[in-house]
C-alpha cells in the first residue's frame, strides 16, 4: 500500500455547485425514454458551470481523483477507461486493490457503449489488437445495439434509475474499462446516479466514471464535501460541494447475472422495491454481515474492516436492552465522553440523566446534539447524545454523519440503538438466507453498523 510522501501533498479546493445554475438539460426528440440521452447547454456566466468545466477538465486529464454528490455518498471519481487515473482513487483512498469499483454512467447509450467489445484495444488474453479499424479504445459514447442491456435488468433501471442501485453485467473482451475497475473480475458494477451535478459531470467529462465513495479506506462513507476534506485534504486538488446527500447509505448492489438474482449490498434500494419487479420476485441476500455467518462474502468489498469512526462502536440490535450506567461505565474513564446514536426507542440520555431528558423532551425529532454530564467527580462521563430517528430513510440520512461528528469530538465509544426488521433466515448449506421479513431500508443501516461495530449486543 502507497504512503503519500511530502511531495506529493496538494492544495485541495471545495468548490460550491448548484444543479440549477449550470444550464439548460434536455431529452433527444427521438430517444425512447429520458434515460437514453439528453444534452445539457451549460451557462456561460455562472461559477457553478465554471467549476463544472474545471472538474470535468480534470477528470479528462489528470490522474488526481475529483471528490463528487451522488444522491447516496460522495464519490471521488475518476475516467474508468484510463488506467493511471483509476489507479489514482486506489491511491488517494489507500484503498485495497482487489476491491472492485462501481463505474457511473449518464445515459443508457453510454452503458451499452461499455457493454460492446471495444474494436482496436488490445485483447489482453489474446495479446492482439482485435479489429480492423481501429478506434482508439473510445466508442463509449458510440451507436451500438440497443439489446445489450441483459432483459433482467431492464424492470429494474426503468424503475430505479437514475437511483441508488449498482447492477453487474458483463464485461467485454476487451473492455473499454481500465483493468483496476474490475479487479481482475469478469464483472463489472453500473449505475445511473440520481444528483443532476453528478449526471452533468459525466456528461460534461464524456467519460463514464470508476468512482467509490470518498472516504479514506474504512472510514464510514462521507455525505458532506467536509466529510470529504476531512479524510482527502492534501490528497485530492478539488472537492465539488452539493450539500448534504439525501440517502445517506450507498446504492444496492444486485447480481441479475446469477439464478437467482442476489443482493451483494443493501443500499439505498430495499429488498421490498426489488421483489416487485420482473424476475426479482425470488431475490436472495448474497451478503453477510452478522457475526454468526461466517462463509466466503460474494462482493469482494465486503470483507473489509468498514464504515469505523476511531471510537469504539458498541451495537445494540433492535430488541435488546438499553445501556445502563454500568455499561457505560465500563467504556469510558473519568472524565472521558461517550456518544449515544439513538433511532426509536432509547429515552433520551439513556434515561441516566434527568438534565438531558427535560432537555430533549418533546422536540426528540431534532437531531441536535445534546450534552451531559452524567455522575458526579471523580467518576464523572460526558455523554452526548444525537437522535436521528425513527423513520429508516432519516436513520440512513443521518448515520456516517453522527459516527463522524463524535470522532471529531474524540469519544471513546459510541452507543448505538439498532433498528429492526432482521434481514432474513438464514439457509443451511450457504452464505444465502432467504428473505422472509419485510425490509423498509433497515437492512442497509444494520449492515453498515453491524460492521462499524466492534461489539454487538443481541
Ligand atoms: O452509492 C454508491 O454505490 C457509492 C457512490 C459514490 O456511487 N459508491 C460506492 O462505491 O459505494 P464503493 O467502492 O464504496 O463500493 C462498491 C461496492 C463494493 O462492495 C464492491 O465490492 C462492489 O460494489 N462491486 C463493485 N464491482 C463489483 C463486481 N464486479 N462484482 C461484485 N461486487 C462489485
Ligand atoms: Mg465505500
Not at 86 to 102: E, F, W
Request: net charge neutral; proline share 8%; charged share 20%.
Amino acid at each position: 500500500m502507497s504512503t503519500l510522501s511530502l511531495a506529493d501533498k496538494r492544495l485541495t479546493r471545495i468548490l460550491a455547485v448548484d444543479p440549477a445554475k449550470l444550464g439548460t438539460f434536455s431529452f433527444l426528440e427521438r430517444a425512447t425514454s429520458p434515460l437514453e440521452d439528453w444534452h445539457l447547454t451549460l451557462r456561460r456566466d455562472t461559477q457553478d458551470a465554471t467549476n463544472l468545466k474545471e472538474a470535468a477538465e480534470l477528470l479528462r486529464t489528470s490522474v488526481i481523483p475529483v471528490a463528487f454528490p451522488t444522491e447516496t455518498v460522495y464519490g471521488l471519481g475518476a475516467d474508468a477507461t484510463r488506467s493511471a487515473a483509476v489507479q489514482g482513487i486506489y491511491k488517494a483512498k489507500q484503498r485495497p486493490l482487489d476491491n472492485p469499483l462501481i463505474v457511473h454512467v449518464c445515459s443508457l447509450r453510454q452503458l451499452r457503449g461499455l457493454l460492446q467489445p471495444v474494436v482496436g484495444k488490445d485483447d489482453p488474453i489474446n495479446g492482439q489488437p482485435n479489429g480492423q479499424a481501429v478506434s482508439n479504445g473510445s466508442h463509449v459514447n458510440g451507436d451500438v445495439p440497443s439489446d445489450t442491456i441483459p432483459s433482467i435488468y431492464h424492470d429494474l433501471i426503468q424503475r430505479f434509475w437514475p437511483g441508488p442501485l449498482t447492477i453487474l453485467l458483463r464485461n467485454p473482451t476487451p473492455s473499454a474499462l481500465a483493468p483496476e475497475v474490475t479487479a481482475g473480475l469478469p464483472t463489472f458494477g453500473a449505475r445511473m446516479p440520481k444528483n443532476l451535478f453528478a449526471l452533468a459531470l459525466i456528461k460534461t467529462a464524456n467519460v463514464p466514471l470508476a468512482a467509490p465513495s470518498a472516504n479514506a479506506s474504512t472510514k464510514p462513507s462521507p455525505t458532506t464535501a467536509q466529510h470529504v476534506q476531512h479524510d482527502l485534504d492534501g490528497r485530492i486538488q478539488v472537492i465539488l460541494d452539493g450539500g448534504s446527500c439525501d440517502v445517506g447509505v450507498e446504492s444496492t448492489v444486485v447480481d441479475g447475472l446469477c439464478v437467482p438474482p442476489a443482493i451483494l449490498r443493501p443500499g439505498g434500494v430495499t429488498l421490498e422495491q426489488l421483489r416487485q419487479c420482473k424476475g426479482w420476485e425470488d431475490v436472495v441476500i448474497g451478503y453477510k454481515d452478522s457475526a454468526q455467518l461466517e462463509s466466503k462474502p460474494k462482493a469482494p468489498g465486503m470483507k473489509y474492516k468498514h464504515y469505523s469512526p476511531s471510537a469504539t462502536v458498541i451495537l445494540h440490535e433492535a430488541g435488546s436492552s438499553l445501556p445502563s450506567l454500568q455499561d457505560v461505565r465500563a467504556r469510558a474513564s473519568n472524565g472521558e465522553s461517550i456518544g449515544v446514536i439513538r433511532t426509536r426507542h432509547w429515552l433520551p440520555g439513556l434515561g441516566l440523566s434527568p438534565a438531558i431528558s427535560s432537555a430533549v423532551g418533546d422536540t426528540a425529532s431534532s437531531t441536535t446534539m445534546r450534552t451531559v454530564e452524567i455522575g458526579d467527580d471523580p467518576g464523572m462521563i460526558v455523554m452526548h447524545d444525537i437522535y436521528i430517528g425513527p423513520g429508516a430513510a432519516a436513520i440512513a440520512r443521518g448515520l456516517f454523519s453522527a459516527l463522524r461528528e463524535f470522532d471529531l469530538r474524540g469519544v471513546a465509544a459510541i452507543f448505538v440503538e439498532g433498528i429492526g426488521p432482521t434481514d432474513g433466515v438464514q439457509c443451511a448449506e450457504s452464505n444465502i438466507h432467504h428473505p422472509h421479513n419485510t425490509d423498509d431500508g433497515a437492512a442497509a443501516v444494520m449492515n453498515r453498523l453491524r460492521k462499524a461495530a466492534a461489539v454487538r449486543v443481541v
